[in-house]
């Protein structure tokens, strides 16, 4: 269960949101954070708002926290400014790249000093991590973001909620108004009230209180001065350009069009998280009908697939069954919006309800030859997405919550008015943006840059036939600097190239690194000293710039990296395991000396070494009864001796010729949840009904979801175990366990489209990771596309890791060559292996091979294989009598851990895990574990089996995975 601190935080007019302090390392009730002393500034110039929140956070637990704050900013709006308290002093963030900003911040944290990263998510919604919080202590930060006010009957609105569920002990609110024309009467009587007063050309207006339970929100109306005719270019500060901004209001009237006779509805059923006002959606439908009564329309439902289509006659504005239908549907699942789902439109348009988030496909620019409209009412939203499709299909975006009921059927019975274009009568301007034409709300807002003293433009707007409206502005240069219009300039240019971002990563990232802005791909950072800055070669803020320029000139904290070396350690790495393999001895005929059995009954005692007359004997609990099975009886590794690679060395190849017969059984996973329970209480037909009511109360646990969808998997209904998991996919496609989870389940579900996308998001999100490019090149092998899983695995051997990614993960090059090197042999005539080192191609096939790996940072768990002698193979006892082989102890997350045993031995051989600790809580809850065994590994006529498991238990729990029974005769 997540522990949470409701915090209001949402600047969306006239919408008021939950917003929550998530704890990311929760054990008992008595842990909990809660926000304490809020302290809020907003500066606001013409329609410009900068609002700053110092908020200080209270642990009231025993022991560290870490917390996420999460909150979604409006379109368009950004975070500017970050700032963390240590020792006393604010230290302010800087931004770096994103993935590199989530690599520094976990390190620092696993030394339990001061990091904190702030960082964009999905559509333009943000949250940032504090660690650590003392207990009963007090975490501080600043976050400062800028919006551009839109327009409520003629005013300029600002909104702020403030609502809290616990007692705020001290809040002050401070705002500036810098216009002259502003009267005291600008107070939201339904709003917090303020005593104002003016201060020369501003208006300043203040709020303090103690001991508060705060619902309420900051609302202010401001007058709107529409008739800009000069406009000054202010000088920037992160370069000497002067960048201009405008915002005005078309004077036009709009047409009513010609009412269509058919209309296309595409509405998003994937699934629903209170963060959804479908209500708005019916009033909205209810009002259009109003003013179009005898219309024919189409609905299509979809999540990631397409899942219903019905048809309406509305009669009179008769929507009674449209919206019976509406209300009886499921939200359910992950979703996409691709080219699979919007496809060619016969009706006279086409209307799209959803928030654009596309989280099993890249969202795409859909081309359509008829109008299209967009509709959200969600708060987390991919405003830029929804935006640029629309105006790529001549139609416009509505977002229920910016827009009045009015506005919104407005847009949709009238003649579409859009911004044209900027025409430069006078002067030199350059990079104005807009720089296509788009639809807007009631204002048009424009940034561009000004390359001459002086310039005179035309702001046009119209429709595709003629332009109905056009404006002459003069822009003056001055020599003041205001680094918000800069900014601004900065992130219309970023929202622009957003509507397609794999595709503008580079400039997005560029951009965004110069104006230091949060985008897609960059995220603040504070760290806890200066020594840290150039350790990980990060620019610091000004105030630790001066000795972090004394400290890299004397060439401290230096990061060495030599390719080469690390190459030649590998390779002697593998020399050391080729070796092996070519002298391992085939004891298969051994006989052990009979003597008495030691029996020990606690199998998590650590054992040393032990030479083969010392061999420790153990109780084994019988298996339980085996669901997956699967048998293999072919000659010894099954292929020719010309089938080996690795030059001199296939003249040891040579293995006696046997038949063998090998039975893999793995253990029935089942969790005993209580949701699962009452589940398998109902009948079959009555399932689903079930499941979506256990939704309702497990939501937010991402093991209900894997759980369930497991389930319905395994008794044989793949579709409705594909959509519970995508459930995944909603809950937070930020967060790398879920993306694991997720990509691994999709993957065994034969979802290999979505699988890849799901993995290309966890590399884009964790490239630092070795073992994210190996769940890619596992899928790509299951999809079979050889070629692209070979030249992942050997991405990981060449490519240059850090020092901390080689201390935590070492040797997992073997292991990837071993799966590397299975796959040259199996599939050597369809792959192109002329880039790899002819050093690491040397073929090793085995008998029976055991590998595990999991989704948890910081967890380690450990590989037991007890062989019929009843030798335990594990971390500290790797090498056993009949040839079995350990691979390095993973301690610090994820694995991969390796058993292999070149000649089988007869009799069982039991799979056992254990869940030996971990130094972190998981949102996804328990640890998932994927056990993967292999019986003639490498050869013809190999078998694979797969387990996938969650572990509850730490420390002293022992799982029991499966077993493999080998038999061979001559």
């Not at 964009?120 to 504090?130: A, C, D, M, W």
């Not at 036009?252 to 009412?259: A, G």
């Not at 630092?768 to 090149?777: I, T």
Request: some cysteine.
């Amino acid at each position: 269960m997540k522990y949470k601190l409701l915090l209001l935080f949402l600047t969306v007019s006239c919408v008021i949101n939950a917003q929550v302090i998530n704890i990311l390392n929760p054990r008992s009730d008595e842990d909990s954070i809660a926000l304490k002393q809020l302290c809020v500034h907003v500066e606001i110039l013409d329609n410009i708002a900068t609002t700053t929140m110092e908020m200080h956070f209270y642990n009231y637990g025993n022991r560290i926290m870490e917390g996420e704050l999460n909150f979604p900013l409006k379109q368009g709006a950004t975070v500017s400014a970050f700032s963390l308290e240590i020792n006393g002093e604010w230290r302010e963030g800087v931004v770096i790249k994103k993935d590199k900003a989530k690599k520094v911040f976990e390190e620092i944290v696993r030394q339990n000093v001061d990091p904190a990263i702030l960082e964009k998510t999905v559509g333009n919604n943000f949250k940032t991590r504090l660690y650590p919080i003392p207990p009963k202590g007090y975490k501080k930060c600043i976050i400062t973001f800028e919006e551009e006010l839109s327009q409520l009957n003629n005013k300029y609105n600002y909104q702020l909620p403030l609502s809290f569920q616990s007692k705020l002990e001290e809040l002050k609110v401070d705002v500036e108004i810098i216009n002259e024309s502003v009267t005291k009467n600008i107070l939201d009587p339904d709003g917090l009230q303020l005593d104002i007063k003016r201060v020369n050309k501003s208006v300043v207006a203040k709020l303090e209180g103690k001991d508060l339970f705060l619902k309420s929100k900051l609302s202010l109306n401001l007058p709107a001065d529409n008739d800009h005719k000069e406009v000054l270019a202010v000088k920037g500060t992160i370069t000497d350009d002067h960048f201009f901004y405008l915002n005005t209001i078309p004077e036009i009237k709009q047409n009513p069009k010609k009412q269509p006779s058919s209309i296309l509805i595409y509405w998003d059923v994937s699934s629903v998280f209170d963060d959804r006002s479908i209500d708005k959606e019916f009033d909205l439908l209810k009002a259009y009908f109003k003013w179009n009564k005898n219309i024919q329309v189409n609905v299509k439902t979809f999540n990631y697939k397409v899942k219903d289509q019905k048809k309406f006659t509305i009669r009179d504005g008769n929507v009674e069954s449209l919206i019976n239908y509406l209300s009886q549907l499921e939200y359910d699942g992950g979703s996409k919006i691709d080219a699979s789902i919007i496809q060619s439109v016969s009706e006279d348009e086409c209307w799209l309800f959803s928030n654009g988030i596309s989280n099993l496909s890249e969202a795409e620019l859909i081309s359509l030859e008829k109008p299209l409209f967009t509709v959200s009412s969600s708060q987390k939203i991919n405003g830029n997405y929804l935006s640029a499709v629309a105006n790529q299909n001549n139609g416009g975006y509505i977002n229920l919550n910016q827009l009045s009921l009015d506005q919104a059927v407005t847009r949709l019975s009238t003649s579409l008015v859009r911004y044209l274009n900027v025409e430069v009568l006078e002067g030199e301007v350059e990079d104005v943006y807009p720089s296509k034409p788009i639809t807007f709300d009631t204002h048009l807002s424009i940034a561009g840059m000004l390359k001459s003293s002086q310039a005179k433009i035309r702001v046009n707007v119209g429709t595709a036939q003629e332009i109905l409206y056009s404006k002459d502005i003069v822009l003056e240069a001055t020599d003041k600097q205001y680094a918000t219009v800069e900014r601004l300039w900065c992130q219309k240019q970023i929202n622009e190239l957003s509507t397609l971002p794999e595709r503008n990563k580079d400039r997005i990232t560029d951009l965004a690194l110069k104006y230091g802005l949060v985008s897609d791909y960059t995220s603040f950072i504070v760290l806890d000293n200066v020594e840290d800055y150039v350790r990980y070669e990060i620019d610091p803020p000004a105030s630790l710039r001066k000795e972090y320029d004394r400290l890299m000139a004397l060439g401290k904290e230096k990061k060495v990296k030599n390719y080469k070396e690390r190459l030649d350690r590998v390779y002697s790495e593998f020399q050391k395991d080729i070796e092996w393999w070519n002298n391992v001895k085939d004891m298969s005929g051994y006989v052990p000396p009979k003597k008495e059995i030691k029996k020990v009954t606690n199998t998590d005692v650590v054992e040393e070494e032990v030479e083969l007359e010392e061999v420790v004997y153990y109780d084994m609990a019988e298996s339980a009864p085996a669901e997956f099975e699967s048998e293999s009886d072919i000659d010894s590794w099954g292929r020719a001796e010309s089938d080996s690679w690795g030059g001199q060395a296939d003249m040891k190849r040579q293995a006696p010729k046997k038949k063998k017969k090998v039975t893999s059984r793995l253990v029935p996973y089942d969790s005993g949840a209580e949701y699962l329970v009452q589940l398998k209480e109902v009948g079959k037909k009555e399932q689903w009904s079930k499941y979506l009511q256990l939704k309702k109360e497990y939501q937010f646990s991402p093991s209900f979801y894997y759980d369930v969808a497991s389930y319905f998997f395994e008794t044989d209904r793949k579709d409705k175990g594909v959509q519970v998991i995508s459930n995944l996919a909603e809950l937070d496609l930020e967060r790398h366990e879920l993306l694991r989870n997720l990509g691994r389940k999709l993957q065994s579900f034969h979802q290999f489209d979505e699988s890849e996308y799901i993995f290309h998001k966890l590399i884009e999100l964790r490239p630092f990771e070795p073992q994210n490019y190996r769940d890619l090149a596992l899928m790509y092998e299951d999809k079979g596309d050889y070629q692209k899983a070979l030249d992942q695995l050997y991405f990981i051997i060449e490519n240059e890791w850090d020092a901390d990614v080689n201390a935590r993960f070492g040797n997992i090059e073997l292991i990837i060559l071993h799966e590397m090197n299975r796959l040259i042999t199996l599939y050597k005539d369809q792959l192109d292996i002329s880039n790899i080192d002819s050093r690491f191609i040397y073929s090793m096939p085995l008998d029976i091979r055991v590998v595990i790996d999991w989704d948890l940072l910081d967890t380690d768990i450990d590989l037991w294989v007890i062989d019929p002698l009843e030798e335990k193979c594990f971390y500290s006892h790797k090498n056993t009598k009949i040839g079995g082989r350990m691979s390095q102890d993973f301690t610090r997350g994820y694995g991969p851990e390796e058993f292999r045993l070149k000649y089988g031995y007869n009799g069982d051989f039991i799979i056992k895990v254990h869940y030996f600790g971990n130094n972190k809580q998981s949102l996804f809850g328990p640890v998932s574990l994927r056990t993967l065994v292999y019986s003639n590994y490498a050869s013809e006529g190999e078998d694979k089996q797969e387990l996938n498991l969650q572990l509850q238990g730490v420390g002293k729990q022992v799982y029991e995975v499966g077993t493999v029974n080998y038999k061979s005769s001559n």
